[in-house]
């Protein structure tokens, strides 16, 4: 699976949009983009995920650039409750492994 | 629905005694997975079963940790004899391959988290 790369660590403003990059330049044409996040004392819990399209859902938005090197995960309008560690992991199409980094852990300021 | 269920939620042990961790998976699941959480890094996957059979166990430390899942629904993770570096948390996930295969997602319950001593 392709290495993904993130910050360690980000702030963001309660009510505003939180806009977590990821790194993954060496991803390849049938790798897929996922993202999950961790808050504390609790197993991962899956957000969203895409191949090359951006991708919406009830909890994110996801844009992947054209080149489908980066991508960055977007929390419209970000609550305490979105304090967390995010994953970004890059999957092979029809592999369910999931090889998680270290994740940028988001806090969300009031 | 109900979610992944684990017990017990925290142990603590002492080195080179022997402890077990229970998982009752989302109903349906086929697909079961053992994870290992390090304090400060991503959890990193020990073992994956597909129904009672096992998929993928190499990264599980085969000389002191065993796993089964007996009828291909709860399953059990053992660690004997445990050592100091085993102290983590033990994350359990399910998933439904669906008729998509690129749309797996996994499930995770809240892990146990161990302290060896």
């Known amino acids: 699976d392709a290495k993904t790369t993130q910050p360690t660590s980000m702030d963001c403003a309660e009510g505003r949009a939180a806009n977590l990059p990821c790194n993954h330049s060496?991803?390849?044409?049938?790798?897929?983009v996922y993202w999950y996040r961790q808050i504390h004392s609790q197993g991962p819990q899956y957000i969203i995920h895409?191949?090359?399209n951006n991708e919406t859902n009830e909890m994110a938005s996801l844009i992947i650039t054209e080149d489908r090197k980066s991508s960055t995960l977007i929390l419209p309008h970000a609550t305490l409750r979105d304090t967390a560690v995010y994953y970004c992991?890059?999957?092979?199409?029809?592999?369910?492994?999931?090889?998680f980094g270290t994740g940028t852990r988001l806090t969300i300021i009031p | 629905e109900a979610g992944v269920a684990q017990s017990p939620r925290y142990k603590i042990i002492e080195k080179r005694q022997s402890v077990a961790f229970w998982c009752n998976p989302i109903?349906?699941?086929?697909?079961l997975y053992w994870y290992q959480q390090i304090l400060g890094q991503g959890p990193k996957l020990l073992i994956q079963?597909?129904?009672?059979?096992?998929?993928?166990d190499s990264q599980l430390p085969k000389d002191r940790f065993s796993a089964e899942r007996l009828k291909g629904v709860d399953s059990t993770l053992k660690i004997q004899p445990a050592k100091l570096e085993d102290s983590a948390v033990y994350l359990c996930?399910?998933?439904?391959?669906?008729?998509?295969?690129?749309?797996?997602?996994?499930?995770f319950g809240p892990g146990t988290r161990l302290t060896v001593t």
């Open positions: 996930a399910s998933s439904l391959i669906r008729g998509d295969p690129n749309s797996y997602e996994q499930y």
């Open positions: 109903s349906g699941h086929a697909t």
């Open positions: 992991i890059v999957r092979v199409f029809g592999n369910e492994k999931l090889t």
């Open positions: 895409g191949l090359k």
């Open positions: 060496t991803i390849s044409g049938n790798e897929y």
């Open positions: 079963f597909q129904n009672n059979g096992v998929v993928d």
